[in-house]
């Protein structure tokens, strides 16, 4: 079966640099979700988007924006990178009239900022 | 906004033994709770959910007890292996967003 797709999977930066991380959803998912986990914590939502609408938003910094596309695929833009910017970046998928709205997690893009 | 607590931070099992989380949310709003397992650099996978409108559910060696006027969970695992080392979150979110609000993380080792 198809899974939540995230590219690339590792990415370096340096201070002050920016980045774009993509998410390509399962198919028929109608909801996207990112969410950054740091080191030995626990994923912390930042946004989410329903039928290309943002939907919600979390703890995401005035310098990160998203958007999510026709083709449902969504971009994470992180600018003026910080040394704490560094994390593992989930994207999931959900499928909002399903039963249990459960969210399948991408692979994760670990991004370094040095 | 919702608030998820969980422990023990740690648990160390010897194999074959039981293992519990246990967690509590604050906001009676909160109807979906999953628990997801995540190794070292890998994705959080889903094991098991439960939804306010059922009290315990059983999938093979894993089940997740649901106490809706305390307001907490609890994740059991019977007959640990050492496969079932991990890190487990438990987490809670609600129909009016989705988002998931995680717990704090049980990193548990099971001794072979």
């Known amino acids: 079966a198809a899974g939540v797709i995230q590219s690339p999977r590792h990415l370096i930066k340096e201070k002050r640099e920016t980045a774009t991380l993509k998410c390509y959803p399962i198919?028929?998912?109608?909801?996207v979700y990112w969410y950054q986990q740091g080191p030995g914590q626990d994923p912390q939502f930042l946004i989410s988007?329903?039928?290309?609408?943002?939907?919600d938003k979390g703890s995401i910094p005035d310098r990160f924006s998203a958007q999510q596309f026709s083709d449902y695929h969504s971009e994470l833009n992180m600018s003026s990178l910080e040394l704490g910017d560094s994390a593992l970046y989930f994207c999931?998928?959900?499928?909002?009239?399903?039963?249990?709205?459960?969210?399948?997690f991408g692979p994760g893009t670990r991004l370094t900022v040095l | 906004g919702e608030n998820v607590e969980q422990h023990p931070s740690t648990l160390s099992v010897q194999e074959g033994d039981s293992a519990v989380i246990k967690c509590t949310y604050s906001?009676?709003?909160?109807?979906?709770f999953p628990w997801y397992k995540q190794e070292l650099g890998k994705r959080p996978q889903l094991i098991i959910d439960?939804?306010?409108?059922?009290g315990e559910k059983k999938d093979q060696r894993i089940a997740v007890t649901l106490n809706k006027t305390a307001k907490h969970f609890s994740l059991h695992i019977t007959e640990t292996q050492p496969e079932d080392s991990a890190v487990y979150f438990c987490?809670?979110?609600?129909?009016?967003?989705?988002?998931?609000?995680f717990g704090s993380g049980t990193r548990l080792l099971v001794r072979p």
């Open positions: 988007f329903y039928e290309k609408m943002q939907s």
């Open positions: 987490a809670a979110s609600m129909d009016s967003s989705y988002k998931l609000i």
């Open positions: 906001d009676s709003a909160s109807n979906y």
């Open positions: 439960i939804r306010s409108n059922v």
């Open positions: 198919p028929r998912h109608d909801t």
């Open positions: 999931a998928s959900s499928l909002t009239a399903g039963p249990n709205n459960e969210q399948f």
